[in-house]
């Protein structure tokens, strides 16, 4: 059996008991990062034997997960926080699981796309999901201009190196929109910031950013039509 589940953004107490209970039973856990994974282990006592499992020895790692669970063993799938599949590559592990009908379930929890959607104040009732943005400011606007006229919120990944170009770009091409910015959502330093892209960026210039984050957009609106 395959088990996909969900660890904490952060706070540690996040983590479900059946989360807890599952690694503490299958033979394996494959982690996106094991050191990362360990600490999480080391702080519940959980002494499962790990393997890495990561973009770059996803191919090989993939043939050699799939002979375990044919063989009858069940592994934990895991990402450094959250849940897997999202933004990782874990989805190719699961996807593989499926092409051979090897049984798996889903053991769900936190999921930073979704805490900061529910921190946003942002509609919440339809929203789209982009993972990373493009890291070369051309890639990142292109991609963003695909968005001018998307109504959903949308939500997206980003490193605290490229926010402050982020925030430029946005401005640039979607214009005085509402966005909120998030980071270490359940952390110490939870901070929730909401404004326009232009305030943001001001306010990121005087305190340089960290930590994780993750961006929304409020969708479209033609002010023709909009109440």
Do not use: W
């Not at 009858?72 to 450094?80: E, S, Y």
């Not at 989805?91 to 946003?120: D, F, W």
């Amino acid at each position: 059996m395959l088990y996909i589940v969900s660890t904490p953004i952060g706070n540690m107490q996040d983590i479900t008991l059946r989360a807890l209970d599952v690694l503490k039973t299958v033979d394996l856990i494959a982690a996106e990062d094991t050191r990362h994974t360990k600490n999480l282990l080391t702080h519940f006592q959980i002494n499962t034997p790990l393997t890495s499992y990561f973009e770059h020895n996803e191919l090989k790692k993939s043939e050699y997960l799939l002979g375990l669970l044919q063989d009858g063993k069940n592994v934990a799938l895991v990402t450094d926080a959250g849940t897997p599949g999202i933004s990782d590559p874990g989805y190719r592990l699961v996807n593989l699981a499926k092409e051979h009908q090897v049984p798996m379930t889903v053991v769900p929890g936190p999921c930073a796309l979704i805490a900061a959607l529910s921190l946003s104040a942002l509609p919440t009732d339809s929203f789209t999901f982009i993972g990373f943005l493009p890291v070369k400011s051309n890639g990142r606007q292109k991609k963003l201009s695909e968005f001018k006229n998307e109504t959903r919120t949308i939500i997206f990944y980003e490193s605290p190196h490229r926010i402050l170009k982020t925030l430029e770009d946005i401005a640039e091409v979607l214009g005085d929109r509402d966005v909120v910015v998030t980071r270490e959502i359940t952390k110490k330093f939870e901070e929730v910031r909401r404004g326009k892209a232009v305030e943001l960026l001001e306010h990121f210039e005087k305190h340089p950013p960290k930590g994780e984050f993750v961006m929304l957009l409020k969708g479209y609106e033609d002010v023709d039509t909009a109440d």
